[in-house]
Every structure is written in structure tokens, then in C-alpha cells.
């Protein structure tokens, strides 16, 4: 099967996709975006979060076909450019959120989301836009703290 | 200036020690472009896959595959007779086949394995697998394998260590004691459950001997085994520890190593293996369920006169490292209390459950279930505080464990006590209409405030840091200080395994304080150089640590040494201007080792100094508990916890908070459910782990006591987090709820008072 | 594997016609966890995610048809007001991010137990639309669940929309976890209490081997609300009616011990979650 999509504003067309592979696995082994993570593929952890179609999804709940002719953002788009960071990123960073990292690109996408819905979420707020993403290594209190002062920076 | 180990006054250093650096890794994790093992690629690559055993014990009988090689996309399928070399493996002992040999002995061991050019076509291919099986009865319960010697799953017997600790008298004191308080407890198997799926790349080179890429906790025994079992000298087997999606002790033991080598080596191409999450579950050793019966006697004010445990471990079907968790259940079970007379014994037992190992806080975490429990109940027998009770009987420097060690090292137990007392408690819920996200059930709309009691409760735990008994525990730092586009640059090569917590940060903070250079770059961590042991035991900051200071200290007096030649005499501070007249085109490059105090082995009677040193954390949980349905939510985590020294104190902070996370874990909702050893809830719908919806905010003080004999005075953090939490979590939910409580993690029919249904 | 994609609902019925074993996937929450999970490789796969029809919601004669299609967050979003019990239900199921791709025809299709969706439509007594190129039925939800998984649907159907009262009175929706978030009901219970229609509607899930009415319990309280002019005059329920109808919700239930909880709690739970959702449904306390 052919897949035509755009992705973090590039177009990609990839031929020989097997019908029954997912977003995420098209996205990490055929268009050279490993970002998204393979945690569970079951929709239970978040660490494959993307946008498709400006909605917020697990790509691992996406078929590919479904993606076709659509329009991709994961977490390698959400820079600005090359040697910079988001903010949110920058946050994460700075907050001491990132330990293994492994469900870090999944947060990042999914804090985007809430800040562009939510710029000033109450601390209820951010766990429950958060509740789809799993973390092992943190206990979330870093994450709470990178997601208060990314809003705090008021991101555009 | 003075002797040994002695420096010359440095450059005032920014990102040294003591300073929450940021992680040098932390912006290529953040932009997703941080390449974890599941990430790697390799031209011309195959997939491989593990077809696996669906009986927890049975024979084989044959295995057909002339279908599954039919199969166009398949390139290799190999059993246990294509491993070239040693056909078991194990941490401990070598008592683990790297593919079944005529028997199977857990649900999930490795059969055969596949490789193929896509992992669809891997999968079809094990389907395709035609193995004859013969179920046998499998051995499940593990006081069963205590006592019987049928099935012998293992040729010494099912009964794999047993320790006795005996001291003092435990007949006088059992006459003495006026107050004794007994109880029986469980612990249910945790996993590890790490995000990043086991995983790999081996690459055969053109010497006939391999590169692997694995995410992994110790790459030297990694090596040892993945050589002898491919009958390759050590040399042709190099492996680098490739991206790490956390650990918690479930990559100590091998996964897809020897079978991605066996199959790059066969097949003369790359070959990646990435566990799906439901393999994942049977790919790695879990937390070893317990039964613990305890026996607590007192004198009337509380002071302990003696206390009994009877441990009982499921190891599962093979060894990997439950004989240091025996060791390490037998030397904490009385506690972190000064305890005159004991008899402690300690039994870890071959099953056909799933094998167990390594898992944060290794035999500590159950004991201390336990034993704080235990220290509850005599508290109300005496009728005193919880805290008052822990008080009285708390251990000081210098106290003896039941073993006869004396702790050398602070033992500031009333101290963390008295931290936690001073912190205030949350404010009550007020009456007004709550939001419904700050009750038991939260937005499932179970309560709006009827039923709910809230409870407070208190524990302390302690841990041994570093391996024990008498292990050659070591690490090994190769330092190399050249000039770079005109600035000093130092080069950190260890084999220490960073899983996430920190290590590489620490390596890069300790070299910049002893060099006084700013850039500083830690190399992958790979086999090329000596063993750093491994991440895990709360040690490879102390080890790895030491080693990286030793070596800086070594390349700082090669430093000096040049000076001296050169300019004729040593100055008083190595300036950036000065080591780079110094270095010019002639690099200096040092490698050490880091060795401590040799540990003991235990003798008959438990006795012997075991351990290296030890860590202290107590903890108070507050919780709502709606005491109709059952169900808790955690309301604030408070902990006091000794770090020796914080040498990053937010990376101190988050070993802290994610212990604490996987103690919760513990407390309220992860079990690995078994049923006549096969696993029932295999994916993360079923395993539960805690989101950010369950995790409550956690409030700490941070003591650094320095450690004597420890590099800057620091001490191991990592486990003490993840000892004491889950038992403060279920004091909590035991002062609201009036219930006993002897199991973790606590069921809602638990706490309404339902009977567990019989199995 | 074949993959259809329809553009049009006409496309979409001959598709499933022409294949009546081809599986639907809308959301893919889960569908594509059968496939990740390696547990089901259907010949064909047929995305309704592109069919405009499916998308749509209308308000009807005091209804509500809600497209198959409609996402569980656009359910929160939009129809809180109109269908109260739905949208809470809604609010528990999965994440945000299976908020925004699962669907209550997807819940319908999977005919899972444990649906969130389910006990809503089970209390408000809804009718699910399902269509074929033979033509278009209405099947009442409560008739809808026939074993664990499977429906009435046939082969060649597919479910267009769900018809769902306004309700005229109030509805509760609660469910069970072990814990806070993403997480399959132990047990879930919803209710509608409608003084104009003069019912009372129940529905409980994960608590037997398809959702479940509580048919005695149900009778029982339109009793007692008939004979005190309770419908009407808002006076408190005594406790002992409170008690009773949570002890004929709890024996409504047929459960089983399973990996997430045990028979006994169920039953325990239900009648818990019955008393207090009928004291909040009547706005007094418990």
C-alpha cells in the first residue's frame, strides 16, 4: 500500500506499507522519525502521541491508511528550528522532568496540546490532560513543575 | 602542599559538584532525537523474534520447523542446539538455558528464535513453530517448595538459599518479653515495567565477532555470559549500551543479547529484536512475591527484646539473583531498630512461577512491609505513638544488626522521624463541593464525599548500598584530558549504564570539580573499557563516582608531574592557560579503579559484616479512603531521607519522587496476577501503574550526613525511596479504614472487608 | 490485508456487503490494539473514519441521534448539557487522547462488557440504528448485547447512529477502578430518574457477561415514586428505599472473579454506587 501524508510540514510518500501496520510504526520505521515511542502499543501509555489532523492521538490507535492524506505533527516538529528548542522542551529540561526520557516525547506533544487549548490550567487540569501518559521514572511532580512554568512563559 | 589525593586549587568551576546540572542527554530526549535501543537501525537488517513457551512446565518433546523456514522473508530459525557455546546463563548461577533445553520451566521461556525480514513475517514464522509439547503439573505455591522436593525443578533441590540468622538468646528473651505481637504478610509480584521494550542490535563484524547495541544495567556481565555462550574469545564481543528506557533491576538479566547474536552471527547480517509490551512482561525477572510471618516481642514501654521472621521468596524457575535477595531479606528483616536478640530465617525457592530477580530495593522492600507492620501493632499493644514507638527502639551509628555488623555510618533514624513529625499535615478537605478530581475515584464520580475517613501513617526502611558478602565489587574510569579547538576538553570513558537516573550527569559534575575543566564529555558506555559493575544495588554514583574522581586525581598529578618537569617546580593552581601550555598535542589519559572495603560473607549463623554501607529513608503517607467502595486516593507523600551528599540535588529530587511513585505502585495497585503459573494480565491495561491522576504531591527533606569512606561523603539514593513508601501508604489506609491489611498491593475488597475469593 | 476506505456511507454499506467479514475500525482504540497485539488478522479492514455521515449529531423530538462517528470528547464538549449521563460516562473512558478517537459505535461494535458508553444508553433506554443495503433497523440497546463481545449486528450491517432520549429529569453516571485514570471498570453503574416520562432507567457494566439492566430495581422505584407522588415533589427518599434499591441493583449483577475484581465486590460495589447515584439524582444526601 502507498502512503502520502505530510509530516512536520514535509511531505512524505512511502510505498510497500503492510495494511496492518500503525502510524507509529510508519513514522518510526519507514519515515525515519523514531521520536514517537513504541512503550506499549496499546494506547495505554501515551508515549506514542502525535497530532493528526491537529487532534491529539495515540499513533500506535492509527491505522496507516487512516493517516493517508493527512497532515503529521510529532515531536521532532515542534521546534521552531533546527538548534532550538520549544519552550516546552525547554521546560522540561530545565525542570529536571527528563529522566530516561523514554515518555518524554509523548508529554511534550501531549503538554502542547493543553497549553494551546488551556494557557493557564489549574493543577486538576494538567492531570487530567495528562492522565494518558504514562511516566516510571519521575513520579510526576518534575513534569507538574515543567508544565506550570511552560505555561507560566506564556507560550505563543 | 600535602599528600595523596591532594589537588592544587582549581579554577572555580560552574556545573561541579553539588549543583543540579542539567542532563547532558536531556536535549536530544527532549526533541525525540535521542536514539534509544528500539530506535537503532542498521542497513541490510533482519528482524528477530522469541517464540516462547505457553506452559509454565512441560517437556518437549520435538519441534518441527520445515513450515516456518518455508516461509519466504525467513532467514534463519535456530534452537538450542545452534548455541555454540555454554547453553545456560545466569547471574549467580549458570542455571538458565539460553533456549529450553527438553523442558520448559516458566510460561514465556525462550524456545527458538526467528529472524526475518520484516517482524510480521518473524511473528508468522513462530507461529508456524510445531513444538510438541507434554504438560506437566507445574509447581506454584512457594511454602509447597519449602517442604517438597517433588518436582524437583532444579537438580539441588527446590530450596535455593535458605539463611539463618541467630543472635543473641532467643529463649531468655522470649521469657522476658511482656508484649508480643505476631502477623503473617504477602507481597504480590511487582514488575519493573519500564517504558523502553527490551531490545537490541548485534551487528556480526568482520573478525567473527559481533557488536551488540543493548539496553542494559551491567555490560560486563553481559559480556561474560553473551562470550561464553557464543564460544567467542572476549575480545571479538564488543558491547555498547545503547539508549535506556528506564530499568529498576529488570535489565540485569539478559533478554535478546545471546539471541541477537546467535542469529546476526548465523544469518552474517544486523539483527534487531524490540520485545512487544505483553513479551515484555515475560521477558524479564519480577519482584519476588513473599510470605512473611513475624514475631515481635517488647518490653512494656516498647523496647524490643526479640524478634522471629520466617521469609519466604518465590524465585521462580531459575536463579538469576535471588540468592543476594535472600541475603539481603535475612540482614534487614528486623528492621532498622536495635533489636537484642533474633532468629531470622530467610528461604528463596525454585517455582514454575515466573523467574524473579532484581527489582529496586532487592528483599528490603518486603521485609519492610513487614516489619513496620509489625512495629504498628506493637505500638498499639503499648499503647504509644507510632513515632514514639520507632523512637525508642530506633538504630543509632554503632548499633549491631542482628548480624553483628555494627552500622559505621549514620543511622539518623529518630532524625528522619523528627523531620516528618515537624512537617505539617495538608489541610482537611474543606465542606464546601469538591471537585471531584481531589476525591477517591475522582472523575469515575464515586463519591462526593460520602464514606471517606482519612488516615495517616508512618514507616522508616534501610537498605544495604553496593553488593555484599564478599563480592569483588568495583568500577573502572578512563579520563583523558587533550586540548580541542583550542580549549581543554576532558574525555570520561566508563562501562557505567546510564537507565535514566543520572549517571552520565554525575561523571561529567565529579570531573569538572576535580579538573576544573568545563568541557566535558562522557563518552557511550561501552566494553572497551574496564567493568563499572553495575546500576543498580543504589551504587554506581559511590563506584563509578570514585573511579571517575580517582582517575581525574591521576591525571591531575600527570599534571602536575609536567609542570614540575617543564617549569620546574608544581604551581599552586592548574589555570585553564596552564593546562593547555601543559597538554599542547600530548593528551593525558588515566584509568582507574575504584575499590571500597572488602564485605563478608555470612557464616552458619547469619553472622559476618556483609554489607558496605547503608541507606535510611522513612516516609508519611496521608490518604483518603472511601471506606464503603474501598477505593484510596494519596494525599500527600512526605519524606525524610539521607543522601550523604546530594551531588545533583534535582536528579536527588527525582530518584526520590520515582521511588516513591513505584512504592505507591506497590501499596495500591500493581501485581503480576498469576494463576497455576501463567500470567493473567500481561499488557498495561491489566498491570497497573500509576499516572499522574494517582500520584500525589511529594514533600522532602533532604539530609546529607556524610558517608565515611564514600566519595565527597555521598551515600546510595536510589532504593531507600521505594522501601518504606508502600508500608506508610498502608499504615495510612489502615488508621482510616480500622482494617489489618496484611497483603500488598491492597485490593478495594480488602478494605471493605470482603474475603479474597479461593484460588 | 485488504483496506477499504469508503468516502460515503452508501460506499461503506455495499463494502460491507460485498465483505461481511471484514472488520470496522472507526477510532481504532480497539480494533488496532487486536492488531498490534498480533491477536487478529481479519482478511479485510474497513475505516469509517472518512464517511461524513458518521460524523454528525442532530437533535430529534426531544433526541438526540448521535453518529456512530462522534468522538468521546466531542460528546463531552457539546452534548453535556443535552446528555448528561453520556458525557460523564464519556469523561472516564481511557485518556484524552482515546477521548479523542474512540466512539460510542465503536463501544457499540466491540460490544464489550465493560463499554463505558453501555450502562447510559442501557439507563436512558436507547436505540441503536443500524443500516445495510438491505435496508435500515432500530434496535433497542437493552436488546442490543446478546454474549460477551457480540451483538445483534449482522454481517453486512453497520451501526449508523445512536437515538438517545433528552432526558427529563436527571442522570448519574459512576464507575470503578483501581485506579484514577485509563483504566477498565471493576464495575460502573448509570441512572436516569425522569419525572416526565415517569421511569426510572438503569444500567450496569462490567458486572456480567454483557451489560445488564436492573430490571426489579427499576420497577421497585417507579413504584415507590408512583405511590408517594415522589416524582414530582422532589421530597427526600427515605433510607430504607435507598438500601433497597441498591440491594435489587446489586442482584441484578452476574459477575464473575476476574483479573480485575471479584464477584463479591461487584455486587457490593453496585449497591454502594446504586444508593448514592439515586440520592444525587434526587439532590439529597446519602
Redesign the interface.
Known sequence: MRLDCTVNGERHQVDGVWEGESLLYVLRERMGLPGSKNACEQGECGSCSVYLDGTLVCSCLVLAGQADGAEVVTVEGLAHAEHELHPIQEAFLAAGAVQCGFCTPGLIVATHDLLARNPAPSEPEIREALAGNLCRCTGYEKILDAVRSAAEARIP | MSGAGASPARSPVREGIGESVDRPDGTLKVRGEFAYSSDLWADGMLWGTTLRSPHPYARIRSIDFAEALALRGVHAIQTHEDVPGRKTYGLELADQPVLAIDVVRYEGEPVAIVAADHPETARRAAELLRVDYEPLEPLVDMDQAVEADEPRLHEDGNVLRDIHVRHGDLEAARAEAELVVEGEYEIGMQDQAFLGPESGLAIPSEDGGVDLYVATQWLHVDLAQVAASLDLPLERVRITNAGVGGAFGGREDLSMQIHGCMLALHTGRPVKMVYTREESFFGHVHRHPARLRYEHGAARDGRLVYVTARIVLDGGAYASSSRAVCLNAATTAAGPYDCPNAELDSYVVYTNNPPCGAMRGFGAVQTCFAYEAQMDKLAAAAGLDPLELRRRNAMDTGTRLPTGQAIDGPAPVRQLLEELAEMPLPASRDGGAPDLRELPGGVSNTTHGEGIRRGVGYAVGFKNVGFSAGFDDYSTARVRLSMASGEPQVEVHTAACEVGQGAITVQAQIAREVLGVERVIVLPSDTQVGNAGSSSASRQTWFTGGAVRDACEAVAAALLSRADERLGGEPDELSPDLIAELIGDDAVEETREYRPRRTEALDENGQGDAHLAFCFAAHRAVVDVDVELGLVRVVEIATAQDVGRAINPVAVEGQVEGGIAQGLGLALMEEIQLSEGRLRNASFTDYLIPTILDMPPVRAAILELPQPEAPYGLNGIAEAPTIASTAAIVAAIRAASGRELTRVPVRPDDVVGLAAPVA | ???I?PTTWEEALAAKAAEPRSVP?A???D???D????RT?PEA?L?L?RVPELHDWGAENGSVRLGAGVSYARVIAELGDSLPGLA?AS??V?????R??GTVGGNLGSASPAGDAHPPLLAARAEVELESVRGTRRVAVREFFVAPKQSVLADDELIAAVHIRRPGGAE?????????????A?CSFALSVDPVARRVGTGIGSAGPTPLVAQDAEAFLEGVLDETGGWQSGRPLEDSVLERFGELVGSAARPI?D???????RV??LG??AR?TLA?ARGQ??
Open positions: 490485508m485488504d483496506f476506505q475500525i477510532g481504532g482504540t480494533v488496532m490494539v492488531l498490534n497485539f498480533d488478522r479492514i475505516d473514519a460523564m469523561r472516564t481511557g485518556s484524552p487522547q482515546i479523542n478517537r448519574q453516571f459512576s464507575k470503578i477502578g483501581t485506579r484514577n485514570a485509563m483504566v477498565i471493576a472473579d483479573v480485575r475484581s471479584t464477584a463479591a465486590y457490593h460495589a454502594v454506587l448514592r444525587w444526601e446519602s
